[in-house]
């Protein structure tokens, strides 16, 4: 993979840990993506869904999806306006999904690199090829719970796979409100620590 000549020192620098992350199997490399890329990413997500607990899952997802397929990546590209769009095609199929109020149809998020990516709403139904994304991170998602430790993998699967509340999962387990956001808390960095390493995806 040759970088783009037109790169700023930041995307040429991000294309530098991607060469490691895929050619050396670098795991700082993976590390240091998520570290940049996080918050950025949190950020954007939170925007379009508006509930906090929803945009750590679907930044999760982002970076799953991401890191499963960064050997695809186009050098062409910066890896900035690459991640925010897979990160936002995937709260694009939850909010249709899920029918949430979100921001105005036909919106556009400006990313660091000033980059724009317009957000369209309009056709509901999943295409082919979306739908074979949407199957593709599911059958990821899965692969990576089913590497938790077992008190985890049911709650994870009752939030990711079953879409229930904290509420809705506190009653199905007959467990406090407390005790299930503080497990599903600590599942969650787990994850995160998973995906980071890109533990289990390959």
């Not at 509930?51 to 679907?58: G, K, V």
């Not at 910066?78 to 199929?93: E, H, K, P, V, Y």
């Not at 506190?170 to 005790?179: M, R, S």
Request: hydrophobic fraction near 40%; charge should be positive; aromatic fraction near 10%.
């Amino acid at each position: 993979m040759e970088v783009n000549k037109q790169f700023s020192a930041k995307a040429k620098h991000d294309f530098k840990l991607i060469q490691a992350a895929v050619e050396e199997k670098d795991e700082k490399a993976y590390a240091e993506l998520m570290s940049i890329y996080k918050k950025p990413v949190y950020h954007v997500v939170l925007k379009m869904v508006r509930n906090a607990d929803d945009a750590e899952d679907l930044t999760i997802e982002a970076f799953a999806k991401a890191f499963k397929n960064l050997h695809k990546f186009n050098p062409e590209y910066a890896f900035s306006t690459w991640l925010f769009r897979i990160a936002t095609n995937n709260c694009i199929d939850f909010i249709r999904k899920n029918r949430i109020k979100t921001m105005s149809i036909d919106s556009a998020i400006k990313i660091d690199n000033g980059d724009e990516i317009t957000i369209d709403f309009k056709d509901k139904n999943l295409n082919p090829q979306e739908e074979a994304i949407k199957n593709q991170k599911i059958e990821i998602m899965q692969y990576v719970v089913a590497k938790l430790p077992e008190k985890y993998q049911r709650l994870v699967t009752l939030r990711y796979f079953n879409e229930l509340s904290y509420e809705e999962i506190a009653t199905e387990l007959n467990a406090p409100l407390g005790t299930v956001k503080a497990q599903l808390h600590r599942a969650r960095e787990l994850l995160y620590d998973m995906v980071k390493n890109k533990k289990h995806l390959i």
